[in-house]
């Protein structure tokens, strides 16, 4: 189902709100040892098109992460909103923050190699491995040199 639709989500205090294009339905989960610690567990989101619009901007946080990625998350009340490539307007929300998750489908688990072992998602889901995570996201126009 790879049909954008409109998406509108806010944090849990409700000083951030967004409005944005999902490329799917799909919600991919990521196992990853960072995004353990920044949510207390694997982190569930969609992607969307570029350039979202946000309301009370002035109380998002950002966190450069990585060399790559910038994590987004509400000042006043903690909720973590989003994951963008450093330094590019392409968004990823996390699935948790969507007003409506009625007609979400989950399809795929990235750094599934970086899992604990306490828990396991019952879905059928595409499962990759953190190097072939990185293959499929970090295309060369990701890439910061
Ligand atoms: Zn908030
Ligand atoms: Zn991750």
């Not at 604990?116 to 998602?121: G, K």
Request: charged letters at 25%; a negative charge.
């Amino acid at each position: 189902m790879a049909e954008p639709f409109n998406v509108s989500g806010q944090c849990l205090c409700g000083a951030v709100t967004y409005k944005a294009t999902a490329t799917s339905h799909d919600v991919n989960a990521c196992h990853c040892g960072m995004c353990r610690r920044w949510t207390g567990g694997p982190l569930l989101y969609i992607h969307v098109d570029d350039n979202p619009v946000f309301t009370g901007a002035d109380a998002i946080g950002v966190f450069r992460s990585s060399e790559w990625g910038e994590r987004g998350f509400c000042t006043k009340c903690g909720s973590i909103l989003f994951w963008k490539t450093a330094g590019k307007d392409r968004y990823t929300f996390t699935a948790g923050s969507l007003d409506d998750q009625a007609g979400l489908t989950f399809t795929r688990e990235i750094f599934i190699d970086d899992k604990p072992p306490y828990y396991d998602f019952a879905n059928e889901t595409e499962r990759l491995t953190g190097a072939e995570s990185t293959a499929t996201y970090l295309d060369s126009s990701d890439k910061t040199e």
